[in-house]
């Protein structure tokens, strides 16, 4: 008798242990490789290097990226703003959307190949991607939100929860945890597909018109907008006057009146796509963006050295320069569905 009680006692401490280990496994995060693509250079700092990057965390950021209820109103997310048929930035706008049918003070730039950053925004103000989406969540002209109230917001969602616990391993919310869920999302949204991607992988080659439209940029713009990335990631001056805003740009961050209206060179990744352009949306298409650069004040106080030399193109040069730029465009990125709510 006593030999069946200490089988059927083993057999059943096996059994649990077997359900809690399994229970376990259904809980260990499975494991992305962060893959740079073929030509770009190494990013600028592992990102992911702290913030394991993992599909569950990837999922888990995109759930709250589209999320609206993180909002105070309810009605704003982060896709708001940053739409994926626009590259993530925010289409036909000139300035952001937020709560209660406010504006922002800038143009949302195109949230693409982030992991080549080191600082972010406009003005470069952050200098973490984990830490970008706490000023869009509390400004009051955009989600408007206390972090507070969001963190209780996703405690209260049994799905947040759940995801979280297969994210973290277990299912405490945190701001921490939450920031670095986004950062998993915002970090693997890599674009490298386009038609340029093609050709200089041999896959592709460019119409007459389009390489003459390359020779023209790599002549006239390749200083700021560099390949691959077509952005060299600096700050600068690029003859936009002080708007409505007074917004001096990379002088707020800096205090430095040398950084007075100096803003982030933005990518020209999927430029046809995220107009309107300049960091107030003030310019509606490329074509005027080349007429504002051909037409510049060489004497514009604090203008970017490279911009004083006076560009001139004739009516062909642009049209074929503007093609060029359009072979930037990635739809795969841009239809992804894996980047979609």
């Not at 969001?150 to 947040?160: E, M, N, Q």
């Not at 700021?224 to 707020?252: K, W």
């Not at 961050?253 to 060179?265: A, E, G, N, P, W």
Request: aromatic share 12%.
């Amino acid at each position: 008798m006593k030999i069946k009680i200490i089988i059927y006692f083993s057999f059943f401490i096996t059994a649990a242990l077997l359900l809690i280990s399994a229970g376990k496994k259904n809980f260990i995060p499975t494991p992305i490789k962060f893959v740079v693509p073929k030509g770009f250079p190494s990013v600028a700092t592992n990102i992911f290097l702290k913030n394991k990057l993992t599909e569950e965390g990837f999922e888990l950021g995109k759930k709250m990226f589209y999320d609206a209820r993180l909002s105070k109103d309810g009605e704003i997310s982060c896709g708001s703003c940053h739409q994926q048929f626009a590259s993530f930035s925010t289409y036909d706008h000139d300035l952001s959307h937020g709560v209660n049918n406010s504006f922002s003070n800038r143009n949302a730039p195109a949230l693409i190949n982030l992991a080549w950053m080191k600082e972010w925004h406009w003005d470069g103000g952050i200098n973490h991607l984990e830490m970008q989406p706490l000023s869009p969540l509390s400004a009051a002209n955009e989600m408007g939100e206390k972090l507070d109230t969001v963190i209780l917001k996703l405690k209260a969602d049994t799905a947040y929860v759940r995801m979280y616990k297969a994210a973290f391993g277990d299912a405490t919310v945190t701001t921490e945890r939450m920031l670095k869920a986004f950062a998993q999302f915002t970090g693997s949204l890599v674009s490298a597909d386009s038609k340029y991607d093609k050709v200089k992988r041999g896959e592709a080659t460019f119409i007459l018109p389009e390489q003459k439209g390359y020779e023209i940029f790599k002549a006239n713009c390749n200083g700021c907008h560099r390949e691959p990335l077509f952005t060299d990631n600096s700050f600068r001056n690029n003859g936009i006057a002080l708007n409505r805003f007074n917004d001096v740009g990379r002088q707020t961050i800096t205090q430095d009146k040398k950084d007075s209206l100096k803003f982030k060179v933005p990518t020209l990744r999927n430029v046809a796509l995220t107009l309107p352009y300049m960091h107030d949306g003030q310019i509606n298409s490329l074509e005027n963006v080349i007429n504002h650069y051909t037409g510049l004040d060489t004497n514009f106080i604090n203008l970017d050295p490279l911009l004083k030399k006076r560009i001139n193109f004739t009516d062909k040069e642009k049209r074929q320069l503007v093609l060029f730029l359009y072979t930037l465009t990635d739809t795969s990125f841009t239809k992804n569905k894996r980047f979609a709510p």
